[in-house]
């Protein structure tokens, strides 16, 4: 029985220029979907899969994900005070969600570094990294159906999707081959590959399950694709001694990093709330979707 993944990492120290000027001086993870920023999302995720502890590398001018997932005593003092009770417990259970803890990457210098930072967190245990702006709607939360395929095999395991057409070449892409349904060996990986030479339509997104060795290859890892340090060049050197698994996941993943997806994703969301779906159903009904 392989080791029990109960710690995940954020990488949260990205500039977020898909988003300017909304993340000149707001963290992107901090985008509200709906009512809720986008990184509550993917840590509810995590809890739900049954991670005990999360580490969140940040960068400057993400403090207000600090603040978010900390207890706010004059708030929740006021919310009381005002027989809010209802909007009191909604605060409140921000800060019990998970124990989480913080570490600054001073440079950003892509997500194998970020995930560098976090090497004296994980102290030498598999552990889970998931990206805040790939929001997830599934019945069963994409990391515990990743989780499924670790407990089996013991090796690190990729979300995947397939991506049709050239968006393939925004992503890492996987040469894989498909053990059972949806459950994938990998082969070989590249990132950012021109369409012509992209391997598959299996694009690697935001949720990985690693071992601890894959730290030595990041350490080792020359910058690549964007003069970064990029996580698909250290995995790609791990995969040369140990085996790599993906999982095409059941649900929706919305790119919520990037502005089209993350409309999408606040129509779907607000869509599923049943104190919103109705009323909204009916006003996007109500529009003129021809421009007349």
């Not at 954020?10 to 709906?34: D, H, I, N, Q, W």
């Not at 397939?162 to 990986?189: C, K, N, T, W």
């Not at 790599?244 to 790119?255: I, Q």
Request: proline share 5%; glycine share 8%; charged share 30%.
């Amino acid at each position: 029985m392989p080791q029990k993944i109960r710690k995940a990492v954020f990488p949260a120290a990205g500039l977020g220029t898909r988003f300017l000027p909304a993340t000149k001086a707001s963290p992107k993870e901090m985008l509200p979907l709906v009512d809720k920023p986008l990184i509550q999302y993917v840590v509810e995720e995590a809890v739900e899969s049954g991670v005990e502890s999360i580490i969140i590398v940040t960068g400057r001018g993400k403090s207000a994900i600090e603040d978010h997932f900390d207890i706010s005593f004059e708030l929740e003092n006021m919310l009381r005070g005002r027989g809010k009770e209802e909007l009191f417990e909604a605060a409140r259970s921000v800060s019990e969600l998970a124990r989480i803890s913080y570490v600054r990457q001073k440079q950003a210098l892509g997500l194998g570094h970020a995930i560098l930072q976090a090497k004296d967190f994980v102290e030498g245990e598999p552990f889970a990294v998931m990206l805040a702006d790939d929001i997830v709607d599934a019945e069963v939360p994409a990391l515990k159906q990743m989780l499924a395929v670790y407990e089996e095999t013991g090796a690190p395991v990729l979300g995947t999707m397939q991506v049709e057409g050239s968006a393939i070449s925004r992503f890492g892409v996987l040469d894989a081959e498909e053990v059972r349904p949806g459950v994938f060996r990998v082969r070989d990986m590249v990132e950012k590959p021109r369409y012509e030479d992209a391997p598959s339509d299996l694009a690697i997104i935001g949720r990985y399950i690693l071992t601890p060795d894959i730290f030595g290859e990041i350490e080792r890892t020359e910058p690549g694709a964007g003069g970064e340090i990029q996580i698909t060049d250290a995995m790609r050197a791990l995969l040369k001694r140990r085996e790599f698994y993906a999982v095409r996941f059941e649900g929706t993943r919305h790119d919520a990093g990037d502005k089209l997806g993350f409309l999408v994703a606040t129509v779907e969301f607000a869509l599923k709330r049943p104190d919103l779906g109705p009323q909204f159903r009916e006003y996007l009904r109500s529009l003129n979707l021809n421009g007349e």
